[in-house]
């Protein structure tokens, strides 16, 4: 097997569905031979049934549709503190020093520990979801941001510089766009961070949302909405990542991968 050869796009979407097709093919396997007993692991067609009937009785789309949001706001506020003040850490080492403990501090605490914090400060609104989102991305998005800027060649900076080019000018033509493919791909990495980070908190503490049915359905034993929901997550997951794919190919087509 050659490393890193190429292979056609038809050939690598047809790969794709195969390792997805595998995973569809041993679970009909355990479950219809019943290898694994139904209530713990219910058949394709079982969840199939479970899903349209989430979607036609129980307004499954609405709990879609607010965990979107709420992923949307937190991962939109962390990226609006992370990304701007990664770039300054990256370049600047003042102020690398000044929040590098910091952030250290909060990237290892994992963001459960914020929920019973979180739900005295907000209550179990949006807010709380938020915060809890933004606490889980905006550190490590920060890091990311700050390696990928930092890993820029001097030589274009001092390049730069010799063409008597500005602060400003060095950070808007030079360290900005370099570093906005490894930032995309940043951004693509904690979105799907995010996710887990709303179906904990909505596990938790909450009254709507992907989490709040999972819960809902565990309480009541009904394993194949708690599978056809985390189905549901997965398919939106690859969307996203499908999305974010498109858009590196489509802002950043200079940039390799």
């Known amino acids: 097997m050659d490393i890193r050869k190429k292979i056609t796009k038809k050939s690598y979407i047809l790969k794709s569905f195969l390792g997805l097709f595998s995973v569809f093919i041993i679970w009909s396997f355990l479950s219809y031979a019943e290898i694994i007993k139904p209530f713990f692991l219910p058949s394709p067609t079982e969840v199939i049934g479970a899903t349209i009937q989430l979607f036609v009785e129980f307004g499954f789309l609405s709990d879609i549709l607010i965990s979107i949001y709420r992923i949307a706001v937190g991962f939109l506020l962390a990226i609006i503190i992370a990304v701007p003040l990664g770039i300054l850490v990256g370049t600047i080492k003042s102020i690398e020093a000044f929040f590098e403990p910091i952030v250290a501090f909060i990237r290892y605490i994992p963001p459960s520990a914020f929920v019973p914090l979180s739900i005295l400060w907000f209550g179990i609104g949006d807010l709380e ?56 791909d940043a951004m693509r990495l904690m979105l799907g961070a995010a ?14 949302g992907l989490g709040h049915v999972i819960v809902q359905s565990q309480r009541f034993l009904q394993t194949a909405n708690v599978i056809a929901v985390i189905i549901i997550i997965g398919f939106l997951g690859l969307i996203t990542d499908y999305l974010f794919k498109i858009g590196h190919k489509k802002f950043f087509p200079w940039s390799e991968k």
């Open 129 to 184: 979801k938020f915060f809890i989102i933004f606490i889980g991305v905006m550190p490590y998005m920060l890091i990311l941001t700050a390696d990928v800027v930092g890993n820029i060649k001097n030589e274009y900076i001092e390049v730069g510089r010799t063409f008597g080019a500005t602060t400003v000018q060095i950070y808007t033509k030079i360290i900005i766009p370099s570093s906005l493919p490894g930032i995309w």
């Open 195 to 208: 996710w887990t980070f709303i179906v904990l908190v909505e596990i938790i503490a909450a009254t709507s």
